[in-house]
C-alpha cells in the first residue's frame, strides 16, 4: 500500500520561503507521477506541481511558475516542493499525489494515493 507523508508546513510571512516534503513507502515508484496540490478554505482542490518520478518534465500551475520547484530524491523516495517569495494567497493545506501513469495529469481524479496534508499559512 502507497502511503505518503508530508511535513514541513508553517507559518511564515509574505516573500519568505518553505520546503515541503512528502515521504513516499510502499511501491517502487519509478512508474509514477507525483503532485503537489493545495485546497484554501472554501476552495476546491487545484494543481500546484507534478514530474514523473523516472525524471524529465516538470510542470507548474500559472500561480506558482517561477516560485516553486519540484524535485524528487529517489534514494530516499522522498518529494520537496521548494516555496519562495510566498504570498497571502498561497495559504492553504498542501497535499502530495501518486498516481501510476506514463503521463503526467494536473486533476485530482487521476490520483490514486494522497498525505494527509501539511498547513500552510502566509501572513501579509
Known amino acids: 500500500q502507497v502511503q505518503l507523508v508530508e511535513s514541513g ?6 516573500g519568505g ?5 512528502c515521504a513516499a513507502s510502499g511501491r517502487t515508484f ?3 507521477v507525483m503532485g503537489w ?3 484554501a478554505p472554501g476552495k476546491e482542490r487545484e494543481f500546484v506541481a507534478a514530474l514523473h518520478w523516472r525524471g524529465g518534465s516538470t ?8 516560485r ?3 524535485s524528487r530524491d529517489n534514494a530516499k523516495s522522498t518529494l520537496y516542493l ?3 517569495s510566498l504570498k497571502p494567497e498561497d495559504t492553504a493545506v498542501y497535499y502530495c499525489a501518486a498516481e501510476r ?4 495529469h494536473t486533476t485530482t481524479a487521476n490520483y490514486d494515493y494522497w498525505g494527509q496534508g501539511t498547513q500552510v499559512t502566509i501572513s501579509s
Open 9 to 14: 508546513g508553517g507559518l511564515v510571512q509574505a
Open 17 to 21: 520561503s518553505l520546503r515541503l516534503s
Open 30 to 32: 519509478s512508474s509514477y
Open 37 to 39: 496540490f493545495r485546497q
Open 59 to 66: 510542470y507548474y500551475a500559472d500561480s506558482v511558475k517561477g
Open 68 to 70: 516553486f520547484t519540484i
Open 82 to 84: 521548494q516555496m519562495n
Open 101 to 104: 501513469s506514463r503521463l503526467v
